[in-house]
Nanobody, 116 residues
Framework: VQLVESGGGLVQPGGSLRLSCAASGFTFSRYAMGWFRQAPGKEREFVADINWTGGYTYYADSVKGRFTISRDNAKNTVYLQMNSLKPEDTAVYYC??????????WGQGTQVTVSS
């Protein structure tokens, strides 16, 4: 099983980034997918998730209206479009997969830094 995140980097406040997470080794279309993040000195926190069909999404209050999660089951990929980025969005972003309530698989993370 592999989850490989990409698309992170350095961006100015107010800018945008699109993260991708490519999945392999499991039946992607049967899993809900999520994004989490961990800032230096802080615990990992939930950002957003999407159900297996893509028809249901849920966001943390801190990113609602700025971030959009989506998935392409044909490409085994989940995305996180991040707009209006703020310095407090700086963190390592992880994607994860769950078939039940437990997040079973995790990626290695991609760094997002929002700074002028």
């Amino acid at each position: 099983v592999q989850l490989v995140e990409s698309g992170g980097g350095l961006v100015q406040p107010g800018g945008s980034l699109r993260l991708s997470c490519a999945a392999s080794g499991f039946t992607f279309s049967r899993y809900a997918m999520g994004w989490f993040r961990q800032a230096p000195g802080k615990e990992r926190e939930f950002v957003a998730d999407i159900n297996w069909t893509g028809g249901y999404t849920y966001y943390a209050d801190s990113v609602k209206g700025r971030f959009t999660i989506s998935r392409d089951n044909a490409k085994n990929t989940v995305y996180l479009q991040m707009n209006s980025l703020k310095p407090e969005d700086t963190a390592v972003y992880y994607c994860a997969a769950r078939e039940t309530r437990i997040w079973r698989y995790w990626g290695q993370g991609t760094q997002v830094t929002v700074s002028s």
